[in-house]
């Protein structure tokens, strides 16, 4: 009898991890096997929230190939040990024998754990990870699907948003916020902003780098005082040279009495207007950075797919425990695989010979490693002027 | 001797502000006219900061037809009667007879007054106003060219971040932020991103219906009660029925004692946080909304074009005193004619006949309206996956 298949979508949801189960489904729609999803990540596992999408029409992938966010829904459940019996009660239930767990590192730990005990067992389970975050902080991966989009929306953004912030002929400061908790790559993306018209950025501050008060100050005032205004990108997760959240020291009491703790841009602003300037913008681009699937990078949505169909293949094929890595070649992108065991639980910061400190930069090997990654756009059906998009869940 | 033409940009700018300068460049150089452009609007004529922009190449135009923010810098000065004098000094210098001001209601009564000054100074000089605003409060008008990308981009993204906020199994409240002070145009447009697939957002507030704490509460309760969740977009001008922007009430004290004023968005986070749940997400589209040209809506930009065109039309025929209104016929969208003195400083609500106070959200005459502003997507010229602009300014 011929085992079935299921994945399951885990963590922050990105402009093309859709992508992948578009890959995983038209792939393993060729050999024949019943396809299961699972809702809400592996949440959906334990609760036997689970559909089967073996017959899903053309035109439905197709959209599901461009649509944002998790298109079955998504976790942040990290599976504890005494869990995986029910998980094998399930995969039982439905004949399951392969199991595509997409998500980043801590999900590249649970599908670990869940491969350890499924050997110990002696179950006829296979486990392949495929990678997936916006933040590119995958370790053993030319790059993360996911990163490719979110960092074409913010080089884009950003671009407009410098010229945007030069219209009127009057000092400003602009601070844009972007996500990256402990790796600096969709920070540095900002980069790909500048050309021969915009000059912006003008500084980026990175999470790799120790963040101090008064190089920031002095550092906006050398641009400022150029340019008569500055132009300054952010990680959220900038730390002081003690590793803590640099913007943790500005705690805000509201009228009501509440502790609110403002953002690293509004900490940011606060610094600029008590020693710079009053003219500060904050801009925060949230969770849009993430989700922005109409300016999507081809490049990234192509090879999203690639890593779910090879993640079918090598599955069939009698590969487990490792997640599906990508590979640089002549070609373009390639996959390849690594052990889970070599990504689980790792973070890749942003390489430290990549990072200009005294320009608050990047170099030109960083560049011509993320210029690859937002290439080409996406062909995505539209609907009445907008983007047509689906989704399994409510 | 020929008469000369300037055109000036003035106010915030929009996705498609610099289509209207292709559509004057493109047209004034078939009459083989010197064509001038102020840099930063009318404060760019009265410091005689001019470029002349006759010769400008194909490509530059094209590139300028599709980039966002005011390619030549714009203002927020309104001119004073005594500048009129110094006004008519430059035009003199440079032999201009024809001047399109690109603006809003505040830039169009500077037209105005203008306008009679010269009639009553008897100069042969020609005065027409080209509509502008993203806000889409201009009288007299179908539209106002960059309220259909505006609309788009809004659309656009609450499609995105509603299918982002739904991906996990829990409760969630998201509020999103668009501008308009006065109009609710904008938040209006956000209803568009509802389809068959996203029911968000559930709840729009708009600045034309006054803002009740208690009301929003129980709305906001009844949708989270039905579905754990609640997307609601609200603009950034609502206020109390005293006609006081509501979130005045919520003065922020930082810990440096300084008084910071939340915006609308962390004014109903706290509301929400309060009555409700603690998971609220506030996201604020900021300048984005007004410089996504990349997501800019083709008939938007057609339109842009249009008027611009009509307006060089128009003024060498001898009109003056007038703004190039947009007038819907059987074929999409043409160019008239209105005096300034009609759409001078005064605004346009949305109409109160088309909001449907029960559910906070807008009829289908209003979706009827919309939705032909935001049709097709613009070609724009990309490189190294990037869109490609320009700006005369540095």
Redesign the interface.
């Known amino acids: 009898m011929k085992k079935n298949l299921i994945f399951a979508q885990s963590g922050g ?1 990105t402009s093309v991890i859709n992508a992948s189960c578009y890959g995983i489904i038209s792939e393993a729609k060729k050999h024949g096997i019943k396809i299961f999803a699972a ?2 990540g592996v ?1 959906g596992i334990l609760k036997d929230n689970i559909i089967d999408v073996t017959n899903m029409s053309d035109d439905e992938l197709n959209t599901l190939r461009y ?4 298109a079955f ?4 459940y990290k599976l504890k040990d005494e869990d995986f019996d029910r998980i094998c009660e399930i995969f039982d239930k439905y004949q399951i024998g392969y199991f595509l767990y997409i998500g980043g590192n801590d999900s590249m730990d649970t599908a670990h754990r869940f491969s350890q005990y499924v050997i110990n067992k002696g179950k006829d389970i296979s486990v392949i990870g495929i990678p997936k975050t916006i933040d590119n902080d995958l370790t053993n991966t030319h790059f993360c699907p996911g990163y490719g989009s979110a960092a ?1 929306f913010i ?3 950003v ?3 410098a ?7 009057k000092e400003a400061v602009t601070i844009v916020e972007v996500m990256g908790r402990d790796s600096g790559f969709l920070a540095a993306a900002s980069a ?2 500048r ?1 021969e ?2 000059d912006a950025p003008h500084l980026i501050y990175l999470p790799e780098v120790p963040f101090d008060e008064e190089s920031f100050v002095s550092e906006v005032k050398r641009v400022f005082d150029k340019k008569s205004r500055a132009f300054i990108v952010t990680s959220e997760g900038i730390k002081d040279k003690f590793g803590n959240y640099a913007y943790l020291r ?7 009495g509440n502790t ?1 703790m ?1 953002g690293v841009g509004r900490y940011l602003e ?1 610094l600029v207007k ?1 020693n710079i300037t009053k003219r500060v ?1 904050v ?2 681009f ?3 950075q ?6 999507a ?1 081809l490049v990234d949505n192509q090879v999203a797919v690639k890593v779910g169909k090879a993640g079918v293949e090598k599955i069939l094929n009698g590969v487990s425990d490792v997640m599906i890595s990508i590979e640089k070649t002549q070609n373009g992108f390639e996959p390849g695989t690594v052990p889970l065991s070599k990504v689980a639980n790792y973070t890749k910061p942003f390489p430290k010979e990549w990072i200009d400190m005294e320009n608050r930069w990047v170099t030109k090997d960083a560049i011509e490693y993320m ?1 690859p990654l ?4 996406v062909d995505i059906p ?10 399994f ?2």
Chains 1, 2 share one sequence.
């Open positions: 949801p809702k809400y949440e649509s944002p966010s998790a829904g998504s976790c942040r074409k080089a884009t953004s671009r407009e948003m010229l945007d912030a030069d219209v009127y002929d790909l902003a050309d018209v915009v500005e705690a805000k009491v509201d009228v009501f609110q403002g606060h008590q913008k801009i925060e949230s969770i849009l993430r989700c922005a699937a109409h300016t990078s210029l937002i290439q080409g756009n539209y609907e009445n002027g907008l983007p047509k998009y689906i989704r869940i409510k």
